[in-house]
């Protein structure tokens, strides 16, 4: 019990938070600057997917008025042949426009990281098919695979190969455009391994040496283990863009001869845009976006196990 006159601690505590103002909440002081990209964000990405999204949930073709069908157009997708095609077409050509430039950007990585007379010019050289615009090269490269006129088969005829159809025939399509991805892109899987290359520490190479190791153990238990993440780096990029690809393909091919070049993105192009049915294209984009997760997925998976693996 307190005496008289004198105040307990509790009666202080008390009175002074009666006498505090109480604080009202004001928004952070940054708010301005992130309101502007919570804009751009919600405006370039969140509602172009969230309108697809309810556009695939509807039959809507150019010109008429767009009806609720709910999820038929999803499925319809595993009934129809010709996307069922395009999907392993896409798999194929992605799956090649993979593993080619990564073997041949490692190999020029390799000779490039070595010191020769020239080497700064070379690489310089070597780069070049990554600034040239996708429709100027494939103008190039759809001539030099005329049957005819082209080179590609004037070459062949000096080792005495016979010609070749390139991209005139079902069978060898694929191939040929995923030379043209190859061609167009080891450069960027090169500078991305030289970059890992640079980076290493010269110890490991040292000893392996004294231990009388051969250049291809080298390579095999120490470079490529420590090169593992930027191949994984290459390897990511080179999927998404691989996947995705558009321009070289419609611009070689179209989708021919038929549709044995037609991938997921050119059949889109071509329900969309071509038969207006816009209802079937956006359920075909949403699948091919989820299609783009899986992968992306598979080989971070892939990525965890090798990591696992190295010893």
């Known amino acids: 019990m307190a005496r008289a006159g004198l105040a307990s601690p509790a009666d202080d505590l ?3 938070d009666e006498a505090a103002p109480v604080s009202r909440w004001r928004p952070p002081g940054y708010w301005p600057f992130v309101v502007p990209a919570l804009v751009v964000v919600v405006g370039v990405i969140v509602f172009p997917w969230a309108f697809t999204l309810w556009m695939s949930l509807h039959e809507w073709k150019v010109g008429a008025a767009p009806a609720f069908v709910g999820l038929s157009n999803y499925a319809r997708l595993p009934t129809d042949p010709r996307f069922l095609d395009a999907v392993w077409q896409t798999l194929a050509y ?8 990564l073997i ?8 490039f990281h070595a010191k020769f007379p020239l080497r700064g010019f070379l690489r ?4 070049l098919p990554m600034m040239a615009t996708p429709v100027a090269i494939a103008l190039v490269w759809t001539m030099m695979f005329h049957p005819q006129l082209g080179v590609l088969n004037y070459l062949l005829s000096l080792v005495g190969i016979p010609a070749q159809l390139w991209v005139f025939h079902p069978a060898t399509v694929i191939p040929s455009l995923v030379l043209v991805e190859t061609w167009q892109w080891t450069p960027l899987v090169m500078l991305i391994v030289l970059g890992g290359l640079a980076a290493l520490p010269t110890e490991p190479y040292e000893s392996a040496q004294i231990d009388g190791a051969s250049i291809w153990q080298m390579f095999r238990h120490i470079t490529l283990p420590l090169v593992a993440p930027f191949l994984f780096v290459a390897a990511m990029i080179r999927m998404i863009d691989a996947v995705k690809s558009f321009d070289i393909i419609f611009a070689i091919t179209q989708g021919g001869p038929g549709t044995a070049s037609e991938t997921i993105n050119i059949y889109l192009y071509s329900v969309a845009f071509a038969y207006y049915d816009v209802g079937y294209g956006s359920a075909i984009a949403v699948v091919f976006f989820l299609l783009i997760i899986a992968l992306a997925a598979a080989l971070l998976v ?10």
């Open 94 to 101: 992605t799956a090649l426009s993979v593993v080619l430039p």
């Open 124 to 127: 310089g050289v070597f780069i």
């Open 302 to 311: 892939v990525r965890k196990r090798t990591q696992g693996a190295v010893p």
């Open 14 to 16: 008390s009175s002074a």
């Open 104 to 111: 041949l950007g490692t190999v020029a990585a390799c000779v």
